[in-house]
């Protein structure tokens, strides 16, 4: 993470250098970067639209667990059980789009449920973005995607 924020100031740096020059101005070299710092605490938290009802909605519409539960054999079982949970950690930006979906406990999960959990999650609606003083920002949120794994 260190390392990302010094290459992003060393980049942000060199073209100032580059264009203080006077070939282009500054002010169009700023317009191009954009600010992709994330804001960790918020007056108001990130929100699926529609909230809680409308979440779980979008799950029982778009989760197809049935590959994950094909491929769950006896040591799929022991190794992960029936009941799986994906935390999933993600960045929801300005405009609510959703990016940078990752998995936190994917090694307490099955590798499909895994696969499942990230697709749905990159097909998400935008949502409503976190707030600090009024104005939407950045946030990084954590949100749970629950299954049973077992045939029916």
């Given at each position: 993470?260190?390392m990302k924020?010094?290459?992003?100031?060393?980049?942000?740096?060199?073209?100032?250098?580059?264009?203080?020059?006077?070939?282009?101005?500054?002010?169009?070299i700023?317009?191009?970067?954009?600010?992709?710092?994330?804001?960790?605490?918020?007056?108001?938290?990130?929100?699926?639209?529609?909230?809680v009802?409308?979440?779980?909605?979008?799950?029982?519409?778009?989760?197809?667990?049935?590959?994950?539960?094909y491929?769950?054999?006896?040591?799929?079982?022991?190794?992960?059980?029936?009941r799986?949970?994906?935390?999933?950690?993600?960045?929801?930006?300005?405009?609510?789009?959703?990016?940078?979906?990752?998995?936190?406990?994917?090694?307490?999960?099955?590798?499909?449920?895994?696969?499942?959990?990230?697709r749905?999650?990159n097909?998400?609606?935008?949502?409503?973005p976190?707030?600090?003083?009024?104005?939407?920002?950045?946030?990084?949120?954590?949100?749970?995607?629950?299954?049973i794994?077992?045939?029916?």
């Open positions: 993470m260190v924020w010094f290459w992003v100031g060393m980049c942000s740096c060199v073209l100032l250098s580059f264009t203080a020059k006077g070939d282009i101005p500054v002010s169009k700023m317009f191009f970067l954009q600010d992709t710092s994330v804001v960790e605490h918020v007056d108001v938290y990130p929100q699926f639209r529609g909230g009802k409308r979440w779980n909605e979008f799950l029982s519409r778009n989760l197809d667990i049935r590959q994950a539960i491929a769950m054999d006896s040591t799929a079982y022991v190794d992960y059980g029936i799986q949970t994906a935390i999933l950690e993600f960045t929801v930006c300005e405009d609510g789009e959703v990016c940078d979906v990752e998995i936190v406990n994917r090694h307490k999960i099955s590798p499909e449920f895994a696969e499942e959990a990230i749905v999650m097909k998400s609606p935008k949502w409503r976190g707030l600090v003083e009024g104005k939407p920002v950045r946030t990084r949120f954590r949100q749970s995607v629950t299954a794994l077992e045939e029916q």
